[in-house]
């Protein structure tokens, strides 16, 4: 299948494309603003404004009418499949009594996620008017090598010894690794059954915040430093608050419908992470 990708040397792209010249897909990169080519099957759309500290004018501007341009231009070339990688933030920023499956009432809590289930419903219509089978999938946190951001940040601190105040949280996330969630993008890219979908995806049974940080730790090979903190105090504080909430998905529609399973466990995906940072 010929496949574009927009965001193709992002982050998750950078591991997409690999992973689909590898299934027999020949892949064309696609520039943010770029015209797409003809003659093309199918395009997976990365390239959107991943920090939530953008305007919501940029926001809306990038990731939902950019998107629905985008989606109209594949319409009119004939594309038949458009797979959108979106955010579990799109559902909300914390689960309650049952884990988002994407059955839920979305209630995005922050104008990123606000964005995302902007654009995927602006997808929907697109889809429903001209024909374009769309598939969205909602990550978790991904990580993996060439993680960015709050990962990041974990990370270097575990790795240089910093003492972390989770000790004391009893919470379960779900988290997905790179690798993974490229297997998953590519399965949904191909699979028939998959049109007109949305899918949650991820590693599989979450973790509390500081099960993964010990697990991380292992990886790096420097336990990590927890250290009692009452759980209520942190959720006050902004940047700390969301390894507190519980956040956990439910991707048993992913696995059932189109047969699939994480190739990579959490250690293997957490390995090959602590082997990119210590390269440096």
Request: hydrophobic share 45%.
């Amino acid at each position: 299948m010929r496949v574009l990708v927009t965001g193709a040397s992002g982050f998750i792209g950078g591991a997409l494309v690999p992973v689909l010249a590898a299934r027999g897909h020949d892949v064309r990169p696609v520039a943010r603003g770029e015209l797409l080519p003809h003659g093309a099957e199918a395009v997976v759309h990365l390239a959107n404004i991943a920090h939530t500290h953008a305007t919501p004018e940029a926001l809306g501007r990038v990731n939902v009418e950019g998107t629905r341009q985008l989606a109209e231009r594949a319409a009119s070339l004939g594309l038949r499949r458009f797979v959108y990688i979106s955010s579990i933030k799109a559902s909300g920023e914390e689960t309650g009594a049952r884990p988002f499956d994407a059955h839920e009432t979305p209630a995005p809590q922050s104008d990123y996620g606000r964005s995302k289930l902007a654009a995927e419903r602006t997808l929907e219509e697109v889809g429903r008017t001209r024909g374009l089978e769309v598939v969205v999938l909602r990550p978790p946190l991904v990580y993996g090598p060439r993680a960015k951001a709050n990962f990041l940040l974990l990370l270097r601190a575990i790795a240089g010894g910093w003492p972390l105040p989770f000790a004391s949280v009893r919470n379960a996330r779900s988290s997905i690794y790179l690798g993974n969630l490229a297997d998953a993008i590519a399965r949904c890219l191909e699979a028939p059954r998959a049109a007109g979908r949305t899918y949650m995806v991820s590693d599989g049974a979450p973790r509390s915040t500081p099960q993964f940080c010990r697990d991380i730790g292992a990886a790096l090979g420097r336990p990590a430093r927890l250290l009692p903190f009452p759980a209520a105090l942190l959720r006050r504080v902004p940047a700390l608050a969301p390894l507190v909430l519980d956040l956990v998905l439910d991707d048993s529609a992913l696995r059932g419908e189109l047969a699939w399973r994480p190739p990579f466990s959490l250690e293997e995906g957490l390995r090959a992470t602590a082997e990119w940072y210590r390269r440096g």
